[in-house]
């Protein structure tokens, strides 16, 4: 059991605090925001001991072990560098940060500081992820040459929300497409070559997007929008098998597996369903720390600044200015 702390809550944090403490024997001990009020609030309703009002307080408290970064996006890379700066562990929301550059500022203060530093991608830490990455590394699909998956949601516009707003790295890249993106760099190894179009809202960041990554010997398709509500599902193909992934791909839940051999069905055996997969990164966090390590092999920091790489470059193709 390691004691967490929790800087900028939110909607993402009341989900996390909650399945972390209802499904694994992690505990988080304080949390703190910029306003005193929501730091009370968010310590009332999840048991927390102690609230903070301001970030400096918790990262010096040598009662805790690792912090839970969870700001909107453009927060993300001072909080995690406060953190690492007072030798706290860190678990820092996805995107960890907002470009490629910012992701290697903050992997190398981790690496500095010698302390365990992650992006939150807790879909690679599902069930039916771990299982679909023993069958491509098993052969069970031949060689993979094709991923595609989709994520969309129809967010309503609204000019003063944080996801139509530039300053806040709004845009459906970052909040949506980051998911298809990992997958089909998961899926293929890391694009090579990365081609987008998409269109833009009025406020100048992008409503929907389609990305074509190019990788060693295959092509991945990812879409995301913010003005469409998708089936957003996922799949990867081989030459000798594919897996489709149960929509939404991006929480627990099952796949099929279609080969020669036939259809098998994989269903997560576990009741956890949609934020309560949350807790599966939280766990793993725990124990990768437990084992001395500062990077999750699963997910490691080179990794999610490649995939920021790829991201960087789809917003500059669909005309972003940043």
């Known amino acids: 059991m390691l004691r967490w702390g929790v800087l900028a809550p939110g909607r993402i944090a009341d989900d996390w605090v909650r399945t972390v403490h209802a499904h694994t024997d992690q505990r988080v001990l304080a949390v703190a925001s910029r306003d005193a009020e929501r730091a009370a609030g968010f310590a009332s309703r999840h048991g927390i001991p102690r609230w903070h009002e301001g ?10 072990d690792v912090v839970y970064v969870s700001p909107p996006h453009v927060h993300h890379v001072p909080l995690a560098l406060l953190a690492i700066s007072a ?4 678990l820092i929301e996805k995107p960890l940060a907002t470009t490629e550059a910012d992701v290697r500022r903050v992997a190398e203060a981790a690496r500095e500081a010698g302390v365990f530093a992650m992006e939150a991608m807790w879909t690679r830490f599902l069930p039916q992820t771990t299982v679909l990455r023993r069958l491509l590394d098993d052969g069970a699909l031949g060689r993979p040459v094709a ?18 707003d530039p300053a806040a790295a709004g845009g459906a890249l970052l909040d949506l497409g980051i998911y298809p993106l990992w997958f089909t760099a998961f899926a293929l190894g890391d694009a090579s070559r990365v081609t987008a179009r998409g269109s833009l809202t009025s406020t100048g960041v992008e409503e929907q997007a389609a990305v074509l990554t190019e990788h060693e010997g295959g ?11 998708t089936p ?13 992934i149960d929509g939404p791909f991006w929480s627990p839940g099952g796949f099929r597996m ?46 999610t600044a490649r995939l920021l790489r790829t991201i960087d470059e789809a917003r500059r193709q669909v005309g972003v200015v940043t």
């Open 232 to 244: 957003n599902t996922a799949f990867v193909a081989g030459e000798s098998g594919r897996v489709e």
């Open 87 to 90: 030798g706290k562990h860190v």
């Open 55 to 64: 970030y400096e307080a918790l990262v010096a408290d040598p009662e805790i």
């Open 258 to 303: 279609i080969s020669a051999g036939g259809e098998l069905r994989y269903a997560d055996p576990s009741a956890l369903r949609h934020r309560d997969g949350l807790a599966y990164q939280a766990a793993t966090v725990a124990a990768h720390i437990a084992e001395g390590r500062t990077e999750a092999p699963e997910h490691p920091l080179e990794r």
């Open 147 to 164: 991923a595609a998956a989709d994520f969309g949601i129809a967010f309503g516009f609204d000019a003063t929300s944080r996801a139509y």
């Open 219 to 229: 092509l991945g398709a990812a879409t995301a929008s913010m003005i469409a509500s």
